[in-house]
Nanobody, 114 residues
Framework: QVQLVESGGGLVQPGGSLRLSCVAS????????MAWYRQAPGRQRELVAK???????AYTDTMQGRCSISRDNARSTVYLQMNSLKPEDTAVYYC????????WGQGTQVTVSS
C-alpha cells in the first residue's frame, strides 16, 4: 500500500519560514520524481516545485524563488523549504509522486497570518 504522509505545516507569521516533509512508503522512492502542489481556498491545485529521481529540480513562478525542494532517498522523504512566506501562500500543500504522479498525500495546512 502506497502512502505519502506530509508534515511540517502550521501557522507562521508573514516573512517566516517552514519546512514541509513528505515521507513515502510502499514505493521504490528513489526511482520516482516527486513534487509539491498547493491548493488555496476557492482555487485550483497548482504545482509549486518538482524534483526528478536524479535530483534535478524545477520550480514554477508560484513562490517566485522563495522555496527549495530536496529529497533524501535514504529516508524516502522529499522536503519543501519555504522562506519569506506571504499571506497568499496560505494553502493546503500536497506531496505527489510515484509513476506518472499517481499518488497524493493527504495534505498539510500552511497558514501565513499575523
Amino acid at each position: 500500500q502506497v502512502q505519502l504522509v506530509e508534515s511540517g505545516g502550521g501557522l507562521v507569521q508573514p516573512g517566516g519560514s517552514l519546512r514541509l516533509s513528505c515521507v513515502a512508503s510502499g514505493i521504490r522512492f528513489e526511482v520516482y520524481g516527486m513534487a509539491w502542489y498547493r491548493q488555496a481556498p476557492g482555487r485550483q491545485r497548482e504545482l509549486v516545485a518538482k524534483i526528478t529521481a536524479g535530483g534535478n529540480t524545477a520550480y514554477t513562478d508560484t513562490m517566485q524563488g522563495r522555496c527549495s525542494i530536496s529529497r533524501d532517498n535514504a529516508r524516502s522523504t522529499v522536503y519543501l523549504q519555504m522562506n519569506s512566506l506571504k499571506p497568499e501562500d496560505t494553502a493546503v500543500y500536497y506531496c505527489n509522486g510515484g509513476g506518472q504522479g499517481a499518488y497524493w498525500g493527504q495534505g498539510t495546512q500552511v497558514t501565513v497570518s499575523s
